[in-house]
Each structure stands twice: as C-alpha cells, then as structure tokens.
C-alpha cells in the first residue's frame, strides 16, 4: 500500500497535464474501531450470567467485519477467562460467568475488537475495559464457644465469624439466642462479627445441656454446651445452731 502506516486526515496530490496540480478532498485514514457496549450491572454473583453485546465501527462509520476478544483476569482469579467471537455486520455478543467460589473483587473486563488482513496480521483495532463488582454471599457461620463445659457462676462467651462464598470474612451484625434445655429462649442480642457475646450461668442453675446460636444473612449455626454439676454447701454457726446452706446445683448428699 502506498500510505503504509499513515494515519490522519489526508488528501491526495496529483498532476494534470504538467503544471497543473490537483488535490482530492480531505478523507481519513484511521486504524481505530469505535467499540460501544450494552451497559452491564454494576454488581453479579459468582455464577450469575455476564452478557455483553455492542457494535464495533469504524472511525468513518463503516460497520467493522472482524472479531472480538474478551479477558477477565485478576490476581485472586484463579483461572482467567477467555472468549473469542467473530463480528456480524458490526454486532457481537458474548456469555460467560465467573465460578461459585470466586472472590469478591471488581474485575475488569478487557475487550478487543480488531479486523484482520491479508496476512493475517491485526489491521484495525478497538479496545474497551469496563468494571464489574462480585457480591459476597454468605455461606457459613462460624461458631466458637469458651467453654464446652461450664460451671454455674460462670460467665459463658460466644463469637462467630460469618464466611462468603470465597471463605473470606463478611461485616456483618450476627444476631445470638441462648436456650435452656427445654428449649426455651432465655436472651438475644445482636453483635458485630467476632465481637464477644456473653452469659452469665447464675449458681444454682441445674446440670444440663444448652444450646447457642448464632445467624446472619439467611445463615445459621449452633453450638451446645454443658452446664456441670457442682456440690456446694456453705457451713455456718448462728445462735449455737448448725446451718447448713446448699450453695451448688444439685442435691448434697455427703453430709
């Protein structure tokens, strides 16, 4: 080609009959391909599906008849995704999603469009990178008491941690219930993530299985513990008597 590289807005010199010089008109030499999209959420889940479709056009508004190329890579994923599809008379439309246990993290998706020329080399090109967030869905609650076996008179204490889809940490309030062995809810109350929850287990509280819990986000989980049995009696002299007090959770019978 005689403008090989050239690039610009351009006009042709020519001449007619000796000394008479002609120019063309003005008109364009461009590589360029404008590269428009649908837009996209702002926001997916892991597994949702991910279209994107748009036109490709020349800078001189002449419909492009290439292909198209589309990248989502990041550091935290694991393997990158790649999509090649060929141009339509301008159009192009891809799918694709990411996996269930991807990481929450805006990734950045990388499209080229380009034509192709005789030799197979890239002629004319377009690039777009637009930005997508992936959700963090809560999928797991972890759960740690203090004690699995407790004393009465005893302070019982609780944490957990909620998990997304990656195993990683979500913020979020955790709502905490405690319940006797009956079955019956003796307090709540809602604490941040790994912030302690406390109960105290007054003295004569009878030896038994509790059970506490711990939901947030739709995810819920338990733990029990056991309140141990304890032999307690407090000896006193009052006006020359003997007075035995019971001070533990079960019945004395050592006396």
């Not at 008479?20 to 702002?42: A, H, M, Q, R």
């Not at 993530?193 to 819920?220: N, R």
């Amino acid at each position: 080609s005689f403008v090989q590289n050239s690039q610009g807005n351009c006009k042709i010199k020519f001449s007619i009959e000796g000394d008479t010089v002609v120019f063309t008109n003005d008109f364009t030499i461009s590589k360029s391909i404008i590269l428009s999209i649908e837009p996209l959420k702002e926001n997916y889940d892991p597994e949702e599906k991910i279209s994107v479709s748009g036109t490709a056009k020349k800078i001189t508004n002449q419909t492009v008849k290439g292909f198209i190329n589309i990248k989502v890579s990041h550091p935290d994923l694991q393997t990158p995704i790649e999509i090649n599809e060929s141009i339509s008379e301008g159009n192009f439309a891809a799918e694709f999603s990411l996996p269930k246990e991807v990481k929450s993290r805006i990734y950045t998706i990388t499209l080229e469009v380009y034509e192709v020329g005789l030799s197979k080399e890239k002629t004319n090109t377009g690039f777009l990178s637009p930005q997508i967030r992936i959700n963090q869905i809560p999928k797991s609650i972890e759960l740690n008491l203090e004690n699995s076996m407790i004393d009465p008179d005893t302070t019982q204490k609780a944490s957990a941690i909620l998990y997304d889809q990656a195993g990683e940490k979500i913020i979020s309030k955790i709502k905490y219930e405690i319940r006797n062995s009956k079955g019956k809810l003796l307090f709540e109350q809602e604490k941040e993530v790994e912030e302690k929850f406390e109960y105290y287990i007054i003295g004569s509280e009878i030896p038994s299985t509790w059970t506490i819990s711990a939901e947030a986000l739709g995810v819920k989980n338990e733990a029990q513990f056991t309140i141990n049995t304890r032999e307690n009696l407090k000896t006193e002299i009052i006006n020359d008597t003997i007075v035995f007090t019971n001070l533990g959770n079960v019945l004395y019978q050592k006396i």
